[in-house]
Structures are given as C-alpha cells and as structure tokens.
C-alpha cells in the first residue's frame, strides 16, 4: 500500500468511531481477544480465528495491532535485506489481510496495560515529519494476546544503537537495504573498497552474509565487473563456533561454505564497542568496516519488562504457564519470541524461532475458544522438528528433531534447500489459505523467470 493510502486510512480510522471501535450494543454481546503483534504467530492466530468466526452471530471479536503496516515472514528478512528478495512480493499488508481473514486491523504500538480495567494503551502515531496520524487511544479485551516478538540483544554495548543496523523487522530489513544500495553506487562510481562486518554467528547473520555475496555475484554477472573485488564481507562470533544451536557438524560444514564463498569467518571473537570505522574488538583491535550489522542475541522488547506487574525474566520476555497463560493473570496470553517457557522445571526456556511460534499459535487456535468459555485448557506441547539454515542458491543444512526414527540425522543441499523453501510456503498457505498461497508460489517463480534476482533499483 502506498504511503498517502496508507496514512489517509489512518486518518479516517481515527476520526470514525464505529471503524475504531464496536457499537455500545454489539461489544455487550461479543467478547473481545485483541493480538498484539503481527509477527508469525500473532498472524496465524488473528487469521485462523478470524476466518472461524466469520459472519457467525455472537461469536468474538479479533483485533490485530501492529505497529508496521505489513507483515514478512521474519527468517525472510535476511533476503529483504540483502535484496535477493523483492519486499512488495513477500510482505502481506495487515489492512487486507484483515478485510480477507475476518478481523481487525488497528495500528498502533504498544504503550501501556491495565490488567484491571482490561485495557491497553497505544502509543500515538506520527508522520516521518511529525504531524500527528492517530493520538493514543485505548482498547479493551477479553482476552489478550501478547505476541510482539523479539529484537537483537546489544549487551550494552556502546555504539551499536548509534551505529549498526538490525534486521528483525521489515522497516529495518527494508532501511538497511537502501542504505546497501547507496553504498554499493558510491563503490561503482568511485571505485572504493566497501567492507561490511555482521556480528552474530547465529543463523540470522549466517545466512545474510551468504545472501550479501549472492547479491554481489548476481550483480557482476548484470554486467558490473570487478565490484565483487572490493567488497569484503566479515562475520563474527563471540562463541567458539558458528551456529551454536545446531550440531557440529553442520557448524563445521557451515563454516567451511562460508570461508570458500570468501567470507572472512572470526569465532571466539568479542566486540567491546562499535563507532565510525567499525567496530573494536576485545583485544582492543580495530576491525574497520563500512557497514556494520549487529545480529547477536535476542531480547524482548523494553515494554515487556513494564506492563503492569506481569512477570519476566532479564531479556524482557514473559514468563508463561505450560498454557501459555502468563503466570499472573489468565486473561493474558504470551507467545513467540516475547515469551519464556521452559518444558521441564529449571529447564531451558524454548528458543526463540519461527518453529515454536507456529506451534504455539496452533496450540492458542485450538485453546482460546475454551478459554473464552471459561473451560479448562490444555498444556502446550513442544516438538522439536529440527533446524535448517540456507546460504543463499549455495547450499543449505537441516537437522532433524530429537524424536521419530531419524533423530538427530543432519542432512545438507537440494533436500535441505526444499526443506527450507517448504517451511516458508506452508506459512503462506496458513495465513492465506491453501489455494492463495499456492498462486502466491505461482507467482514467485514466474517473478523468477521475467524479473531480475536482484533488487537493482
């Protein structure tokens, strides 16, 4: 959607009462679950639930607040990143996703929550130049839903807020591409080194420094020779290996990929700070980089530590019963990166991947119209399917889960590549349905065939 459309509709939404919010009448009979976060399981949740309802007399309500007017798949945005993926392809905008699914959509960040009066704040929404869109503004609930994910843990490092970008949304995927883009023109016209540096060796900065030398060869091969030659792409890691959640031997097999594809690969590697040049590392060298990209840890965002005596744990994230009901009020819902729940008492809390998101949400879909009743829900149940990391067209490597014939067996290449592609595909097909997101598919391969690979605009 475009940006006038978009701000336009904000306009209305907030000026129109029965847009904002249901009429005196219809809220006394209706119950109300609000969502808050768009990310995969807050999605999956809303349209599931949504599409349900539907049309059917008396049966709840569904809000969906995000502060982003569109959602992608967010172990995609190394490849929005990049640019070896077009956004407008793979993002799903919230306002007809909704109007599709069968709920509402409100924009809005989360600011404030009163467990008493079941309300939550949203913040005011401003324009780039600050002119007010919608002033904050209040929503009650039922039930709610907190699912608004996670970001990258900066330790406290100094200069990493100043001068690093992320990519764990789509605006920051988005942000950081364009700035990519101008680097990559000033290279070619003045014939300039460009060094980029991503700290994190986990599957996120694995996978965009494979898809950074993709975009560089593709690039080359578009008729901009030599450019690849003075790109240098490093990665580091502050644990001994690479990939720390998966087994070593794809760690190694990873490594080895990486390194051939001339990526400068540095574990065992501690960042003390970051500023202009780059960043400096723990023996007080300077690594210099052009762009730096900071993508170690993981942190739920700063709110969740507030809201209204809710329970977390020192990343910001919601502890949860094996309901996924938060410890402190049952009305209250915690899911995806935001939460922590460990399976086994004094255990590890689950990590925080697409995987248990989806499977929490499928927990949530089948749960929360017994909770609305007032009936007893069960606990949730985690299955480790395993892992899969992609480098890009160069290969990919997956493990399988800890259960079934065939665990704990790794497996690397075309099998893994499928694998990987299928993950994000049965994702579309849940938020959109079966057959739209089989000609969302159809779609993506005759791009492939008529467009660039590459973002080149």
């Given at each position: 959607m475009r940006l006038g459309a978009f701000t336009g509709?904000?306009?209305?939404?907030?000026?129109?009462?029965?847009?904002?919010e249901l009429t005196r009448e219809s809220r006394d009979m209706r119950q109300r679950v609000v969502i808050i976060g768009g990310g995969v399981a807050g999605l999956e949740v809303a349209s599931s639930l949504g599409r349900r309802w539907r049309g059917k007399p008396g049966q709840p309500s569904i809000t969906l607040v995000d502060r982003d007017s569109a959602h992608v798949w967010k172990p995609m945005l190394h490849t929005i990143a990049a640019g070896t993926r077009d956004i407008s392809q793979q993002q799903a905008t919230f306002i007809a996703q909704a109007h599709d699914a069968g709920f509402t959509y409100q924009p809005g960040e989360l600011h404030g929550l009163d467990r008493n009066a079941r309300t939550v704040e949203l913040a005011a929404i401003h324009?780039?130049?600050?002119?007010?869109?919608?002033?904050?503004?209040?929503?009650?609930?039922?039930?709610?839903?907190?699912?608004?994910?996670?970001?990258?843990?900066?330790?406290?490092?100094?200069?990493?807020?100043?001068?690093?970008?992320?990519?764990?949304?789509?605006?920051?995927?988005?942000?950081?591409?364009?700035?990519?883009?101008?680097?990559?023109?000033?290279?070619?016209?003045?014939?300039?080194?460009?060094?980029?540096?991503?700290?994190?060796?986990?599957?996120?900065?694995?996978?965009?420094?494979?898809?950074?030398?993709?975009?560089?060869?593709?690039?080359?091969?578009?008729?901009?020779?030599?450019?690849?030659?003075?790109?240098?792409?490093?990665?580091?890691?502050?644990?001994?290996r690479l990939l720390a959640a998966f087994p070593e031997d794809i760690s190694a097999d990873t490594l080895a990929r990486l390194e051939g594809l001339g990526i400068r690969v540095?574990?065992?590697?501690?960042?003390?700070?970051?500023?202009?040049?780059?960043?400096?590392?723990?023996?007080g060298s300077q690594l210099p980089?052009?762009?730096?990209?900071?993508?170690?840890?993981?942190?739920?965002?700063?709110?969740?530590?507030?809201?209204?005596?809710?329970e977390t744990n020192r990343n910001n994230q919601l502890v949860v019963k094996p309901t996924l009901q938060t410890t402190r009020d049952p009305a209250?819902?915690?899911?995806?990166?935001?939460?922590?729940?460990?399976?086994?008492?004094?255990?590890?809390?689950?990590?925080?991947?697409?995987q248990v998101a989806h499977q929490q949400a499928r927990h949530l879909i089948r749960c929360l119209p017994r909770a609305l009743r007032g009936e007893p829900i069960g606990d949730f149940a985690y299955r480790d399917l395993g892992a899969l990391v992609s480098l890009g067209d160069y290969d990919a490597f997956g493990s399988l889960?800890?259960?079934?014939?065939?665990k704990g067996v790794t497996f690397r290449g075309r099998l893994a590549q499928l694998s990987h592609v299928m993950l994000y595909r049965s994702h579309q097909a849940r938020i959109h349905g079966f057959w739209r997101g089989g000609l969302l598919w159809l779609v993506d391969r005759i791009n492939s065939r008529v467009r660039a690979t590459v973002r080149l605009d």
């Open positions: 509709w904000l306009a209305f939404a907030a000026s129109d009462p029965i847009s904002m324009a780039p130049d600050g002119r007010l869109l919608v002033p904050a503004r209040r929503l009650e609930y039922d039930l709610l839903v907190l699912a608004f994910g996670s970001q990258a843990n900066d330790f406290g490092t100094p200069g990493v807020v100043e001068y690093c970008y992320s990519i764990d949304s789509r605006r920051q995927a988005d942000a950081f591409n364009r700035e990519l883009r101008l680097r990559l023109l000033q290279s070619l016209a003045q014939e300039t080194e460009l060094s980029i540096a991503i700290v994190g060796g986990g599957a996120t900065g694995v996978e965009l420094a494979a898809e950074l030398v993709q975009l560089f060869e593709t690039t080359a091969a578009y008729g901009v020779p030599g450019l690849a030659s003075r790109i240098s792409v490093t990665l580091l890691e502050g644990g001994p540095m574990t065992g590697t501690q960042v003390k700070a970051a500023n202009t040049d780059g960043f400096v590392l723990g023996d980089a052009s762009l730096k990209i900071w993508a170690a840890g993981v942190r739920a965002p700063a709110i969740g530590a507030g809201l209204d005596g809710l209250i819902f915690a899911l995806g990166d935001c939460s922590s729940l460990a399976m086994e008492p004094g255990g590890r809390p689950l990590p925080p991947t697409a889960g800890q259960f079934g014939l065939f």
